[in-house]
Protein backbone atom coordinates (compact mmCIF):
# COMPACT_ATOMS: atom_id res chain seq x y z
CA UNK A 1 0.00 0.00 0.00
CA UNK A 2 1.40 3.44 -1.00
CA UNK A 3 0.85 6.84 1.00
CA UNK A 4 -0.76 9.23 -0.83
CA UNK A 5 0.43 12.61 -0.52
CA UNK A 6 -2.79 15.13 -1.08
CA UNK A 7 -1.61 18.77 -2.61
CA UNK A 8 -3.85 21.06 -2.12
CA UNK A 9 -4.60 22.50 -5.79
CA UNK A 10 -3.84 25.77 -6.48
CA UNK A 11 -6.04 29.01 -6.14
CA UNK A 12 -7.26 30.94 -8.98
CA UNK A 13 -5.75 34.41 -9.06
CA UNK A 14 -8.07 36.92 -8.11
CA UNK A 15 -8.32 39.13 -10.68
CA UNK A 16 -11.32 40.81 -10.15
CA UNK A 17 -10.83 44.64 -9.31
CA UNK A 18 -9.93 45.24 -5.78
CA UNK A 19 -10.32 48.55 -3.52
CA UNK A 20 -7.23 50.08 -2.25
CA UNK A 21 -6.90 49.29 0.90
CA UNK A 22 -8.03 52.05 3.63
CA UNK A 23 -9.06 54.37 0.55
CA UNK A 24 -11.72 55.76 2.46
CA UNK A 25 -9.13 57.36 5.05
CA UNK A 26 -8.49 60.05 3.09
CA UNK A 27 -11.52 60.98 2.17
CA UNK A 28 -12.61 60.96 6.13
CA UNK A 29 -9.76 63.01 7.38
CA UNK A 30 -10.29 66.08 4.13
CA UNK A 31 -13.87 65.70 4.59
CA UNK A 32 -13.48 66.71 8.42
CA UNK A 33 -10.87 69.48 7.35
CA UNK A 34 -13.34 70.96 5.42
CA UNK A 35 -16.12 70.76 7.42
CA UNK A 36 -14.25 73.41 9.47
CA UNK A 37 -12.65 75.33 7.21
CA UNK A 38 -16.41 75.45 5.24
CA UNK A 39 -18.01 76.70 8.92
CA UNK A 40 -15.78 79.38 9.17
CA UNK A 41 -16.08 80.86 5.69
CA UNK A 42 -19.89 80.44 5.98
CA UNK A 43 -19.34 83.01 8.76
CA UNK A 44 -16.81 85.37 7.71
CA UNK A 45 -18.90 85.25 4.25
CA UNK A 46 -21.68 85.93 6.23
CA UNK A 47 -19.52 89.24 8.27
CA UNK A 48 -18.00 90.19 4.65
CA UNK A 49 -21.27 90.45 3.49
CA UNK A 50 -22.55 92.61 6.05
CA UNK A 51 -19.60 95.01 6.02
CA UNK A 52 -20.26 95.80 2.13
CA UNK A 53 -23.80 96.39 2.66
CA UNK A 54 -22.81 99.33 4.48
CA UNK A 55 -19.49 101.88 5.44
CA UNK A 56 -17.71 101.52 8.28
CA UNK A 57 -15.27 103.25 10.00
CA UNK A 58 -12.70 101.20 11.05
CA UNK A 59 -10.98 103.82 12.95
CA UNK A 60 -14.22 104.91 15.25
CA UNK A 61 -14.76 101.11 15.56
CA UNK A 62 -11.79 100.04 17.22
CA UNK A 63 -10.64 103.71 18.82
CA UNK A 64 -13.99 105.17 19.76
CA UNK A 65 -15.59 104.51 23.30
CA UNK A 66 -19.16 106.07 22.09
CA UNK A 67 -21.99 103.74 20.83
CA UNK A 68 -24.97 105.47 19.75
CA UNK A 69 -26.69 103.73 16.84
CA UNK A 70 -29.44 107.12 16.87
CA UNK A 71 -26.64 109.40 15.99
CA UNK A 72 -24.70 106.72 13.66
CA UNK A 73 -21.79 106.67 16.18
CA UNK A 74 -20.37 103.30 16.38
CA UNK A 75 -17.18 103.04 19.02
CA UNK A 76 -16.63 99.17 20.14
CA UNK A 77 -13.08 99.99 22.06
CA UNK A 78 -15.27 99.52 25.18
CA UNK A 79 -16.38 96.34 24.40
CA UNK A 80 -13.28 95.06 23.06
CA UNK A 81 -11.85 96.45 26.55
CA UNK A 82 -14.67 94.37 28.65
CA UNK A 83 -13.55 91.08 26.18
CA UNK A 84 -9.95 91.34 27.35
CA UNK A 85 -10.57 92.03 30.87
CA UNK A 86 -13.14 89.02 31.58
CA UNK A 87 -10.88 86.69 29.44
CA UNK A 88 -7.85 87.46 31.29
CA UNK A 89 -9.40 87.45 34.55
CA UNK A 90 -10.81 83.86 33.50
CA UNK A 91 -7.51 82.80 32.67
CA UNK A 92 -5.68 83.71 35.54
CA UNK A 93 -8.04 82.19 37.67
CA UNK A 94 -8.76 78.80 35.87
CA UNK A 95 -5.44 77.94 34.50
CA UNK A 96 -3.45 77.30 37.37
CA UNK A 97 -5.85 75.89 38.90
CA UNK A 98 -7.02 73.93 35.79
CA UNK A 99 -3.37 72.42 35.23
CA UNK A 100 -2.32 71.96 38.92
CA UNK A 101 -5.60 69.55 39.27
CA UNK A 102 -5.11 67.53 35.94
CA UNK A 103 -1.29 66.86 37.34
CA UNK A 104 -2.46 65.93 40.42
CA UNK A 105 -5.27 63.82 39.40
CA UNK A 106 -2.17 62.06 36.77
CA UNK A 107 0.72 62.13 38.99
CA UNK A 108 -0.66 61.99 42.20
CA UNK A 109 -3.31 60.26 43.20
CA UNK A 110 -3.87 56.79 43.35
CA UNK A 111 -6.50 55.56 40.39
CA UNK A 112 -9.28 54.42 42.46
CA UNK A 113 -9.57 57.84 43.80
CA UNK A 114 -8.71 59.53 40.68
CA UNK A 115 -11.23 57.94 38.54
CA UNK A 116 -14.21 59.47 40.42
CA UNK A 117 -12.70 62.69 40.40
CA UNK A 118 -12.06 62.92 36.88
CA UNK A 119 -15.55 62.11 36.20
CA UNK A 120 -16.87 64.50 38.81
CA UNK A 121 -14.29 67.10 36.57
CA UNK A 122 -16.12 66.13 33.36
CA UNK A 123 -19.56 66.39 34.75
CA UNK A 124 -18.65 69.87 35.49
CA UNK A 125 -17.09 70.62 32.20
CA UNK A 126 -20.54 69.16 31.31
CA UNK A 127 -22.88 71.33 32.99
CA UNK A 128 -24.66 73.63 30.11
CA UNK A 129 -23.32 77.87 30.49
CA UNK A 130 -26.81 79.01 31.23
CA UNK A 131 -26.70 76.81 34.82
CA UNK A 132 -23.53 79.04 35.29
CA UNK A 133 -25.51 81.99 34.63
CA UNK A 134 -28.23 81.18 36.72
CA UNK A 135 -25.72 80.60 39.55
CA UNK A 136 -23.80 84.06 39.16
CA UNK A 137 -26.91 85.21 39.06
CA UNK A 138 -27.04 83.79 42.67
CA UNK A 139 -23.72 83.79 43.65
CA UNK A 140 -21.36 86.18 42.18
CA UNK A 141 -23.45 89.10 41.92
CA UNK A 142 -24.11 89.65 45.21
CA UNK A 143 -20.19 88.74 46.39
CA UNK A 144 -19.44 90.92 43.81
CA UNK A 145 -22.00 93.98 45.66
CA UNK A 146 -20.74 93.43 48.69
CA UNK A 147 -16.49 93.74 47.73
CA UNK A 148 -17.17 96.47 45.80
CA UNK A 149 -20.26 98.61 47.19
CA UNK A 150 -21.84 98.13 43.93
CA UNK A 151 -26.07 97.55 43.86
CA UNK A 152 -26.89 94.33 41.89
CA UNK A 153 -23.50 93.34 41.35
CA UNK A 154 -23.40 93.15 38.03
CA UNK A 155 -19.58 94.09 36.59
CA UNK A 156 -16.93 92.53 34.50
CA UNK A 157 -15.30 91.14 37.48
CA UNK A 158 -18.46 88.88 38.20
CA UNK A 159 -18.53 87.98 34.49
CA UNK A 160 -14.57 86.93 34.41
CA UNK A 161 -15.31 84.97 37.77
CA UNK A 162 -18.33 83.31 36.04
CA UNK A 163 -15.91 82.57 32.72
CA UNK A 164 -13.44 81.07 35.18
CA UNK A 165 -15.42 78.62 36.91
CA UNK A 166 -16.89 77.64 33.37
CA UNK A 167 -13.54 77.21 31.92
CA UNK A 168 -11.78 75.41 34.90
CA UNK A 169 -13.26 72.11 34.54
CA UNK A 170 -12.51 72.08 30.12
CA UNK A 171 -8.70 72.91 31.40
CA UNK A 172 -8.95 70.22 33.51
CA UNK A 173 -10.39 67.33 31.47
CA UNK A 174 -8.78 67.91 28.25
CA UNK A 175 -5.40 68.64 30.66
CA UNK A 176 -6.14 65.00 31.66
CA UNK A 177 -6.21 63.18 28.59
CA UNK A 178 -3.12 65.00 27.70
CA UNK A 179 -0.86 63.92 30.83
CA UNK A 180 -2.63 60.32 30.73
CA UNK A 181 -1.45 59.69 27.10
CA UNK A 182 2.33 60.33 28.42
CA UNK A 183 4.17 56.63 28.50
CA UNK A 184 5.26 55.19 31.64
CA UNK A 185 8.64 54.23 30.77
CA UNK A 186 9.61 58.17 30.34
CA UNK A 187 8.62 58.43 34.20
CA UNK A 188 10.59 55.31 34.74
CA UNK A 189 13.21 56.30 32.96
CA UNK A 190 13.33 59.68 34.87
CA UNK A 191 12.90 58.13 38.21
CA UNK A 192 16.02 56.19 37.58
CA UNK A 193 18.15 58.61 37.50
CA UNK A 194 16.90 59.59 40.98
CA UNK A 195 14.19 62.37 40.59
CA UNK A 196 12.02 63.15 42.78
CA UNK A 197 8.50 63.37 41.67
CA UNK A 198 7.96 67.12 40.78
CA UNK A 199 11.03 66.84 39.25
CA UNK A 200 9.89 63.71 36.77
CA UNK A 201 6.56 65.78 36.18
CA UNK A 202 8.32 68.37 35.71
CA UNK A 203 11.72 66.91 33.11
CA UNK A 204 9.45 64.20 32.14
CA UNK A 205 5.68 64.39 32.18
CA UNK A 206 4.77 67.94 30.75
CA UNK A 207 7.37 68.23 28.15
CA UNK A 208 5.98 65.35 26.59
CA UNK A 209 2.13 66.54 27.53
CA UNK A 210 2.80 70.34 26.35
CA UNK A 211 1.05 70.86 23.31
CA UNK A 212 -2.47 68.67 24.56
CA UNK A 213 -2.27 70.81 27.96
CA UNK A 214 -1.72 74.09 25.53
CA UNK A 215 -4.58 73.02 23.50
CA UNK A 216 -6.47 73.07 26.87
CA UNK A 217 -5.62 76.99 27.44
CA UNK A 218 -7.04 77.64 23.83
CA UNK A 219 -10.13 75.57 24.10
CA UNK A 220 -10.92 77.50 27.62
CA UNK A 221 -10.20 80.55 25.80
CA UNK A 222 -12.31 80.13 23.15
CA UNK A 223 -15.04 79.24 25.10
CA UNK A 224 -14.54 82.52 27.17
CA UNK A 225 -14.22 84.52 24.26
CA UNK A 226 -16.93 82.71 22.65
CA UNK A 227 -19.13 82.81 25.36
CA UNK A 228 -22.41 84.99 25.36
CA UNK A 229 -25.56 84.20 27.64
CA UNK A 230 -23.51 83.63 30.92
CA UNK A 231 -21.48 86.77 30.35
CA UNK A 232 -25.23 88.69 29.38
CA UNK A 233 -26.56 87.62 32.37
CA UNK A 234 -23.94 89.26 34.78
CA UNK A 235 -21.77 91.88 32.96
CA UNK A 236 -24.48 94.65 33.53
CA UNK A 237 -24.47 95.35 29.91
CA UNK A 238 -23.49 99.10 30.00
CA UNK A 239 -21.92 100.80 26.99
CA UNK A 240 -18.77 103.88 26.78
CA UNK A 241 -17.48 102.34 30.25
CA UNK A 242 -13.90 103.15 29.82
CA UNK A 243 -10.75 103.69 32.58
CA UNK A 244 -8.39 106.51 31.98
CA UNK A 245 -6.45 106.05 34.69
CA UNK A 246 -4.76 102.78 36.59
CA UNK A 247 -7.12 103.64 39.22
CA UNK A 248 -10.14 103.68 37.02
CA UNK A 249 -9.01 100.27 35.67
CA UNK A 250 -9.15 98.66 38.73
CA UNK A 251 -12.63 100.57 39.52
CA UNK A 252 -14.19 99.60 36.32
CA UNK A 253 -13.82 96.24 37.59
CA UNK A 254 -16.37 96.23 39.76
CA UNK A 255 -18.92 98.30 37.64
CA UNK A 256 -21.42 97.02 34.85
CA UNK A 257 -19.43 96.75 30.86
CA UNK A 258 -20.04 95.45 28.14
CA UNK A 259 -18.03 92.58 26.04
CA UNK A 260 -18.31 91.84 22.34
CA UNK A 261 -20.49 88.68 22.77
CA UNK A 262 -22.90 90.32 24.86
CA UNK A 263 -23.36 93.34 22.11
CA UNK A 264 -23.60 90.87 20.18
CA UNK A 265 -26.36 88.59 21.61
CA UNK A 266 -28.39 91.38 22.73
CA UNK A 267 -31.27 92.92 20.52
CA UNK A 268 -29.36 94.60 18.45
CA UNK A 269 -28.17 92.43 15.53
CA UNK A 270 -32.08 92.16 15.38
CA UNK A 271 -33.06 96.06 15.24
CA UNK A 272 -29.43 96.70 13.05
CA UNK A 273 -31.51 94.75 9.96
CA UNK A 274 -29.41 93.14 7.01
CA UNK A 275 -27.96 96.15 5.37
CA UNK A 276 -26.83 99.73 6.15
CA UNK A 277 -24.16 101.11 8.46
CA UNK A 278 -25.73 100.10 11.89
CA UNK A 279 -25.65 96.00 10.63
CA UNK A 280 -22.03 97.17 9.59
CA UNK A 281 -21.06 97.78 12.62
CA UNK A 282 -22.22 95.08 13.92
CA UNK A 283 -20.28 92.83 11.51
CA UNK A 284 -17.76 94.39 12.37
CA UNK A 285 -17.26 93.97 15.87
CA UNK A 286 -18.35 90.30 15.24
CA UNK A 287 -14.97 90.71 12.53
CA UNK A 288 -13.17 91.70 15.07
CA UNK A 289 -13.91 89.25 17.93
CA UNK A 290 -12.50 86.61 15.25
CA UNK A 291 -9.76 88.44 14.57
CA UNK A 292 -8.98 88.47 19.00
CA UNK A 293 -9.42 84.54 18.60
CA UNK A 294 -6.90 84.51 15.51
CA UNK A 295 -4.41 86.30 17.46
CA UNK A 296 -4.50 84.31 20.59
CA UNK A 297 -4.14 81.43 18.02
CA UNK A 298 -1.30 82.15 16.48
CA UNK A 299 0.71 83.42 19.98
CA UNK A 300 -0.27 80.19 21.45
CA UNK A 301 0.95 77.75 18.71
CA UNK A 302 4.41 79.93 17.90
CA UNK A 303 5.25 79.33 21.87
CA UNK A 304 5.49 75.75 21.16
CA UNK A 305 8.02 75.45 19.16
CA UNK A 306 10.73 74.44 20.62
CA UNK A 307 9.83 72.31 23.27
CA UNK A 308 11.64 69.18 24.19
CA UNK A 309 12.56 66.83 27.37
CA UNK A 310 14.03 68.85 29.74
CA UNK A 311 15.69 66.35 31.07
CA UNK A 312 19.11 67.81 30.75
CA UNK A 313 17.74 71.31 31.98
CA UNK A 314 16.71 70.08 35.93
CA UNK A 315 20.23 68.14 36.85
CA UNK A 316 21.20 71.18 38.85
CA UNK A 317 19.91 69.38 42.15
CA UNK A 318 19.32 71.66 45.61
CA UNK A 319 20.20 69.84 48.41
CA UNK A 320 17.98 66.79 49.67
CA UNK A 321 16.65 68.34 52.36
CA UNK A 322 15.77 70.94 50.11
CA UNK A 323 14.46 69.00 47.31
CA UNK A 324 12.36 66.79 49.58
CA UNK A 325 10.64 70.17 51.23
CA UNK A 326 10.01 71.75 47.98
CA UNK A 327 8.64 68.11 46.96
CA UNK A 328 5.77 68.35 49.90
CA UNK A 329 4.77 72.23 49.47
CA UNK A 330 4.33 71.01 45.64
CA UNK A 331 2.34 68.08 46.53
CA UNK A 332 -0.17 70.15 48.31
CA UNK A 333 -0.55 72.69 46.20
CA UNK A 334 -1.09 71.00 43.44
CA UNK A 335 -3.71 68.36 45.68
CA UNK A 336 -5.23 71.41 47.22
CA UNK A 337 -5.98 72.56 43.60
CA UNK A 338 -8.27 69.75 43.13
CA UNK A 339 -10.46 71.58 46.49
CA UNK A 340 -11.89 74.21 44.66
CA UNK A 341 -13.40 71.91 41.91
CA UNK A 342 -14.48 70.00 44.17
CA UNK A 343 -16.06 72.91 46.17
CA UNK A 344 -17.53 73.96 43.41
CA UNK A 345 -19.75 70.78 42.01
CA UNK A 346 -20.59 70.34 46.13
CA UNK A 347 -22.44 74.04 46.08
CA UNK A 348 -23.91 73.65 42.77
CA UNK A 349 -25.28 70.66 43.25
CA UNK A 350 -27.02 71.60 46.73
CA UNK A 351 -28.53 75.34 45.09
CA UNK A 352 -29.57 73.40 42.30
CA UNK A 353 -31.06 70.48 44.26
CA UNK A 354 -32.12 73.07 46.87
CA UNK A 355 -33.50 75.39 44.08
CA UNK A 356 -34.70 73.35 41.56
CA UNK A 357 -36.25 70.71 43.95
CA UNK A 358 -39.75 70.52 41.67
CA UNK A 359 -37.12 68.40 39.23
CA UNK A 360 -37.34 65.51 41.78
CA UNK A 361 -41.04 65.13 41.18
CA UNK A 362 -42.15 62.69 38.06
CA UNK A 363 -44.86 64.57 37.30
CA UNK A 364 -41.95 67.30 36.23
CA UNK A 365 -40.54 65.17 33.56
CA UNK A 366 -43.45 63.67 31.18
CA UNK A 367 -45.66 66.55 31.45
CA UNK A 368 -46.15 69.28 29.16
CA UNK A 369 -45.43 72.77 30.12
CA UNK A 370 -49.13 74.62 30.64
CA UNK A 371 -49.43 78.48 30.21
CA UNK A 372 -45.99 80.38 30.73
CA UNK A 373 -44.55 79.14 33.86
CA UNK A 374 -46.29 75.72 34.86
CA UNK A 375 -46.67 72.34 34.50
CA UNK A 376 -43.66 70.43 32.97
CA UNK A 377 -40.89 70.00 30.54
CA UNK A 378 -41.39 66.86 28.64
CA UNK A 379 -42.02 68.68 25.33
CA UNK A 380 -38.63 70.62 26.26
CA UNK A 381 -36.39 67.39 27.20
CA UNK A 382 -37.43 65.57 24.00
CA UNK A 383 -36.34 68.86 22.02
CA UNK A 384 -33.38 69.22 23.52
CA UNK A 385 -31.98 65.02 23.25
CA UNK A 386 -33.27 65.71 19.63
CA UNK A 387 -30.92 68.29 18.68
CA UNK A 388 -28.01 67.31 20.57
CA UNK A 389 -28.46 63.99 19.22
CA UNK A 390 -28.79 65.14 15.60
CA UNK A 391 -25.19 67.56 16.56
CA UNK A 392 -23.73 64.41 17.79
CA UNK A 393 -24.38 61.80 14.91
CA UNK A 394 -23.09 65.00 12.27
CA UNK A 395 -20.16 66.17 14.39
CA UNK A 396 -18.56 63.07 15.39
CA UNK A 397 -16.99 62.15 12.49
CA UNK A 398 -16.29 65.37 11.07
CA UNK A 399 -14.08 66.44 14.00
CA UNK A 400 -12.53 62.88 13.61
CA UNK A 401 -11.63 63.06 10.92
CA UNK A 402 -10.19 66.73 11.33
CA UNK A 403 -8.27 66.01 14.55
CA UNK A 404 -6.68 63.21 12.90
CA UNK A 405 -5.74 65.20 9.98
CA UNK A 406 -4.25 67.54 12.12
CA UNK A 407 -2.60 65.17 14.23
CA UNK A 408 -0.56 62.54 12.15
CA UNK A 409 -0.66 63.81 8.34
CA UNK A 410 -0.76 67.66 7.92
CA UNK A 411 2.93 69.25 7.73
CA UNK A 412 4.11 71.73 10.36
CA UNK A 413 2.87 74.98 8.38
CA UNK A 414 -0.38 73.18 7.53
CA UNK A 415 -1.25 71.70 11.14
CA UNK A 416 -0.62 75.24 12.52
CA UNK A 417 -2.92 76.61 9.88
CA UNK A 418 -5.87 74.15 10.25
CA UNK A 419 -5.27 74.61 14.26
CA UNK A 420 -5.96 78.28 13.90
CA UNK A 421 -8.58 77.65 11.97
CA UNK A 422 -10.32 75.16 14.00
CA UNK A 423 -10.10 77.59 17.52
CA UNK A 424 -10.81 80.23 15.39
CA UNK A 425 -14.02 78.59 14.56
CA UNK A 426 -14.30 76.98 18.13
CA UNK A 427 -14.07 80.82 19.40
CA UNK A 428 -16.87 82.43 17.10
CA UNK A 429 -19.94 83.67 19.02
CA UNK A 430 -22.45 81.31 18.84
CA UNK A 431 -24.65 83.79 17.96
CA UNK A 432 -23.39 84.78 14.66
CA UNK A 433 -23.95 80.99 14.19
CA UNK A 434 -27.21 81.63 14.34
CA UNK A 435 -27.65 84.50 12.15
CA UNK A 436 -25.78 83.21 9.84
CA UNK A 437 -27.54 79.95 9.46
CA UNK A 438 -30.94 82.15 10.03
CA UNK A 439 -30.31 84.40 6.83
CA UNK A 440 -28.66 81.05 5.39
CA UNK A 441 -30.57 78.35 5.97
CA UNK A 442 -34.20 79.71 7.59
CA UNK A 443 -34.49 82.22 5.19
CA UNK A 444 -32.65 81.88 1.83
CA UNK A 445 -33.60 78.35 1.42
CA UNK A 446 -37.22 78.60 3.16
CA UNK A 447 -36.41 76.19 5.76
CA UNK A 448 -37.97 78.54 8.42
CA UNK A 449 -37.44 77.87 12.39
CA UNK A 450 -36.21 74.13 12.10
CA UNK A 451 -34.47 71.41 14.77
CA UNK A 452 -32.39 70.54 11.33
CA UNK A 453 -31.06 73.61 11.05
CA UNK A 454 -30.82 74.26 15.05
CA UNK A 455 -27.93 71.04 15.06
CA UNK A 456 -26.34 72.29 11.97
CA UNK A 457 -26.12 75.65 13.09
CA UNK A 458 -24.72 73.71 16.45
CA UNK A 459 -22.61 71.63 14.78
CA UNK A 460 -19.73 74.06 14.04
CA UNK A 461 -19.74 74.24 18.06
CA UNK A 462 -18.63 70.55 18.50
CA UNK A 463 -16.31 70.10 15.25
CA UNK A 464 -13.48 72.32 17.04
CA UNK A 465 -13.14 70.63 20.29
CA UNK A 466 -13.67 67.02 19.00
CA UNK A 467 -10.85 67.77 16.66
CA UNK A 468 -8.00 69.96 19.36
CA UNK A 469 -8.65 66.77 21.91
CA UNK A 470 -8.33 64.61 19.48
CA UNK A 471 -5.15 66.08 17.75
CA UNK A 472 -4.08 66.49 21.11
CA UNK A 473 -4.00 62.62 22.13
CA UNK A 474 -2.58 61.93 18.49
CA UNK A 475 0.63 64.19 19.50
CA UNK A 476 1.03 62.46 22.27
CA UNK A 477 1.70 58.98 20.83
CA UNK A 478 5.20 57.60 21.69
CA UNK A 479 7.42 57.37 18.49
CA UNK A 480 8.20 53.59 18.91
CA UNK A 481 4.32 52.93 18.31
CA UNK A 482 4.70 54.84 14.17
CA UNK A 483 7.78 53.23 14.31
CA UNK A 484 6.56 49.56 14.80
CA UNK A 485 3.64 50.17 12.12
CA UNK A 486 5.91 51.61 9.63
CA UNK A 487 8.67 48.14 10.02
CA UNK A 488 5.50 46.41 9.49
CA UNK A 489 4.91 47.93 5.83
CA UNK A 490 1.62 49.64 6.76
CA UNK A 491 0.50 52.31 4.55
CA UNK A 492 -0.24 55.45 5.38
CA UNK A 493 -3.79 55.06 5.34
CA UNK A 494 -3.23 51.30 7.10
CA UNK A 495 -1.26 53.00 10.02
CA UNK A 496 -4.20 55.94 10.45
CA UNK A 497 -7.31 52.98 10.71
CA UNK A 498 -5.26 50.81 12.75
CA UNK A 499 -3.18 52.26 15.09
CA UNK A 500 -3.85 56.06 15.38
CA UNK A 501 -8.23 55.92 15.57
CA UNK A 502 -7.55 52.76 18.18
CA UNK A 503 -5.35 55.07 20.64
CA UNK A 504 -7.18 58.42 20.04
CA UNK A 505 -10.93 57.58 20.20
CA UNK A 506 -11.28 57.81 24.09
CA UNK A 507 -10.14 61.37 24.06
CA UNK A 508 -12.80 62.09 20.93
CA UNK A 509 -14.92 60.57 23.12
CA UNK A 510 -14.15 63.28 25.86
CA UNK A 511 -14.01 66.16 23.14
CA UNK A 512 -17.76 65.20 21.90
CA UNK A 513 -18.40 65.60 25.81
CA UNK A 514 -17.23 68.51 25.95
CA UNK A 515 -18.59 69.68 22.86
CA UNK A 516 -22.40 68.40 23.37
CA UNK A 517 -21.90 69.70 26.77
CA UNK A 518 -21.34 73.50 25.56
CA UNK A 519 -23.93 72.83 22.58
CA UNK A 520 -26.51 71.63 25.22
CA UNK A 521 -25.97 74.75 27.13
CA UNK A 522 -26.08 77.33 23.53
CA UNK A 523 -29.48 79.39 23.64
CA UNK A 524 -28.28 82.51 21.67
CA UNK A 525 -28.04 80.39 18.38
CA UNK A 526 -31.15 77.96 18.94
CA UNK A 527 -33.64 81.33 19.30
CA UNK A 528 -32.91 82.08 15.71
CA UNK A 529 -32.67 79.06 14.16
CA UNK A 530 -34.62 75.71 16.14
CA UNK A 531 -36.77 76.80 19.28
CA UNK A 532 -40.11 78.59 20.30
CA UNK A 533 -40.88 78.64 23.66
CA UNK A 534 -44.24 77.40 24.02
CA UNK A 535 -46.81 76.07 21.27
CA UNK A 536 -44.26 73.32 19.13
CA UNK A 537 -45.34 69.94 19.47
CA UNK A 538 -43.15 67.41 21.31
CA UNK A 539 -41.69 65.37 18.10
CA UNK A 540 -41.58 67.86 14.96
CA UNK A 541 -43.15 66.04 12.02
CA UNK A 542 -41.12 67.22 8.98
CA UNK A 543 -37.65 69.26 8.59
CA UNK A 544 -39.11 72.32 7.17
CA UNK A 545 -40.95 74.94 9.75
CA UNK A 546 -41.09 72.09 11.93
CA UNK A 547 -39.33 74.09 15.43
CA UNK A 548 -39.08 72.28 18.61
CA UNK A 549 -38.62 73.24 22.65
CA UNK A 550 -35.60 72.99 24.16
CA UNK A 551 -34.45 73.16 27.75
CA UNK A 552 -31.59 76.11 27.23
CA UNK A 553 -34.26 78.62 25.71
CA UNK A 554 -36.60 77.53 28.16
CA UNK A 555 -34.33 78.59 30.88
CA UNK A 556 -33.46 81.68 29.37
CA UNK A 557 -36.47 82.99 28.82
CA UNK A 558 -37.51 82.10 32.13
CA UNK A 559 -35.18 83.50 34.01
CA UNK A 560 -35.45 86.76 32.39
CA UNK A 561 -39.37 87.32 34.33
CA UNK A 562 -37.07 87.83 37.91
CA UNK A 563 -40.38 89.25 39.53
CA UNK A 564 -42.23 86.18 39.11
CA UNK A 565 -41.47 83.63 41.73
CA UNK A 566 -43.30 81.13 39.85
CA UNK A 567 -41.10 81.47 36.76
CA UNK A 568 -37.93 81.51 38.16
CA UNK A 569 -38.45 78.09 39.92
CA UNK A 570 -39.76 76.50 36.78
CA UNK A 571 -35.90 78.19 35.85
CA UNK A 572 -34.19 76.45 38.51
CA UNK A 573 -36.22 72.96 37.86
CA UNK A 574 -35.54 72.77 34.11
CA UNK A 575 -31.73 73.82 35.25
CA UNK A 576 -31.92 70.48 37.44
CA UNK A 577 -33.19 68.75 34.39
CA UNK A 578 -30.68 69.40 32.13
CA UNK A 579 -28.36 69.00 34.48
CA UNK A 580 -29.21 65.39 35.22
CA UNK A 581 -29.47 64.51 31.38
CA UNK A 582 -25.80 65.73 30.88
CA UNK A 583 -24.79 63.59 34.23
CA UNK A 584 -26.52 60.76 32.82
CA UNK A 585 -24.93 60.94 29.45
CA UNK A 586 -21.80 61.64 30.51
CA UNK A 587 -22.01 58.79 33.18
CA UNK A 588 -22.71 56.27 30.52
CA UNK A 589 -19.62 58.01 27.83
CA UNK A 590 -16.99 58.09 30.68
CA UNK A 591 -17.57 54.36 31.71
CA UNK A 592 -17.80 53.12 27.60
CA UNK A 593 -14.46 55.24 27.42
CA UNK A 594 -12.84 53.86 30.74
CA UNK A 595 -13.96 49.90 29.48
CA UNK A 596 -11.88 50.58 26.26
CA UNK A 597 -9.12 52.90 27.38
CA UNK A 598 -7.82 50.39 29.36
CA UNK A 599 -5.59 51.41 32.97
CA UNK A 600 -3.23 54.31 31.72
CA UNK A 601 -3.14 55.78 35.10
CA UNK A 602 -0.09 56.29 37.05
CA UNK A 603 0.90 56.96 40.51
Not at 541 to 549: D, E, L
Request: charged share 10%; aromatic share 6%; net charge positive.
Amino acid sequence: MTAKTLVRPPAAPDTSPRPRPSSWVWAWVCAGALSVAGSLLVVVGYLGAGLFSGKVDWLALLAGASWNPADSVFGGLAMIYGSAVVCLIALVLAVPVGWAGAIALTEYLPPRLAKPLRMSVELLAAVPSIVYGLIGILAVRPLIAWIGDVPGGDSLLAAGVVLAVMITPTVVAVSVDALSAVPDRYREAAYSLGLTRREVVRSAVLPQARQGMRAAVLLGLARALGEAIAVFLVVGRADGRLPTSFGGLVDSLVHPGQTLTTKLAGPEPVLAGTSGPYFAAICGLGLVLLALVALATVWGTRRSSGSGSGLGRDRQHRSGRMRGELDKLVRVLRLGALLLPGALLVAMLAVLATRGSAAFSPSFWYTSASGSAGGGVSDQILGTLILITTTGLISLPLGFGAGILLGVHASARGARVLQTVTVVLGGTPTILLGLAGFVIVCSAMGWGRSWLAGALVLVPVVVPVVALTTAGRVSGMPPETTESAMALGLSRAQYIRSVVVPYAWPATVTGLLLGLARAAGETAPLLFTATVFFGAPAVPSGIVNAPVQALPTHIFTLSQDSGDPQAVSQAWGSAMVLVIITAVLLSVAVALRNRFEGERWTT
